[in-house]
């Protein structure tokens, strides 16, 4: 069966279309949007799945309206955002890289924010605004060191995972060494953020990553052509009229910009942005980046882990960076042991 159509449009461009790629983001929308109904209804007051989607129109009781509007939507809007931001961040970077392991908690974009949220907690004892924009300037400071450090003629691939593992290593000694000039207070503070949670998060979470999101995800995938052609590596790509070095850095900054703001609005979430972009090649079966699929699966995984962290333990509530990073350790083990029966490794 063919997986791939040409459509023409009515004014002659033709357009491939991939159709097992575009049923797979649909199926994962779908699972995301229906996981998020179920989350919202999860709680101490649970709430039927058919009351949740009345009260989202409108037609909910005021309790209801309440719960769901200002307690729970909130929650599971950032965690949409986040983990579509880490799934399409985690994509960019492994495209970019060419190297499945070129992810942000590989290269120590991940550290990086949480060097600048630990800064301002144990320095500046700063509010919950303040640590944000801390761990967004902290992510940004490591990405532009990153790219710096790599330049070489251009930046490639394993030299950007090489320099990336130096400075994670780097910024994790800084970042202990942050923990160790903290009081008490401080210190259990900041090991609460840099285990990721959702717990708490408000609609002054939601708005700016949304705004993030809605200039950052139509320019990345307005360039995917750009990016799918320089996977063929950057002399053929310069053929086919890329600028190479010029959409490589766009899309390195809006991979940046999406994980420094994701790891701000809910810590340092492992693994999504890791495991994320190639469950999606793994469900498409297409080359490229994939950059739609690995967005729809970040969301659908970080949601569903949120639920998992609620629910799956009884009355103890675990913050949902220690279930993405028990999921993520149980596929890298299971991605080894495929590989290795594949004599790949």
């Not at 790629?21 to 999860?42: D, E, N, P, Q, R």
Request: aromatic share 6%; glycine share 12%.
């Amino acid at each position: 069966m063919k997986t791939n159509r040409a459509v023409r449009t009515p004014g002659g461009l033709s357009v491939r279309l991939d159709v097992r790629a575009l049923t797979v983001v649909v199926l994962l929308l779908l699972a995301a949007l229906a996981a998020s109904v179920v989350l919202i209804g999860t709680g101490d007051f649970p709430i039927p799945a058919g009351d949740v989607l009345r009260t989202l129109v409108g037609e909910g009781n005021a309790g209801q309206e309440f719960i769901v509007t200002e307690l729970r939507l909130p929650r599971v809007l950032v965690g949409l955002l986040v983990g579509a931001s880490l799934g399409l961040g985690g994509a960019l970077f492994q495209s970019v890289s060419r190297n499945p392991l070129g992810s942000p908690d590989v290269l120590g974009l991940g550290q990086g924010a949480t060097a600048g949220a630990l800064t301002v907690i144990v320095l500046f004892s700063g509010t919950a605004g303040q640590v944000a924009l801390g761990a967004l300037a902290g992510g940004l400071v490591t990405g532009f060191a990153i790219y710096a450090l790599a330049w070489k003629r251009g930046v490639h691939g394993y030299r950007l995972v090489l320099v990336g593992i130096g400075v994670s290593a780097i910024v994790t000694a800084v970042n202990g060494y942050l923990l160790t000039k903290s009081d008490i207070v401080d210190a259990a503070r900041a090991v609460v953020w840099m285990t990721g949670s959702l717990d708490g998060r408000d609609w002054d979470q939601v708005w700016p990553l949304l705004a993030l999101c809605a200039v950052l995800v139509p320019l990345v995938l307005a360039n995917s052509r750009g990016l799918r052609m320089m996977e063929m590596g950057d002399d053929v790509s310069y053929a086919l009229g890329v600028r190479v070095e010029r959409v490589r850095l766009l899309l390195m900054l809006s991979a940046v910009l999406l994980t420094a703001s994701a790891t701000a609005a809910a810590g340092p979430v492992t693994f999504v942005a890791l495991t994320a972009p190639q469950l999606a090649r793994r469900l498409t079966r297409s080359p490229g980046p994939n950059l739609a699929a690995s967005l729809c699966m970040g969301a659908a995984l970080l949601v569903t882990a949120d639920w998992v962290s609620q629910r799956a333990f009884g009355a103890e509530q675990l913050p949902v960076g220690v279930v993405t990073g028990v999921l993520g350790g149980v596929y890298l083990l299971w991605l080894l042991v495929t590989e290795r029966k594949a004599g790949r490794i």
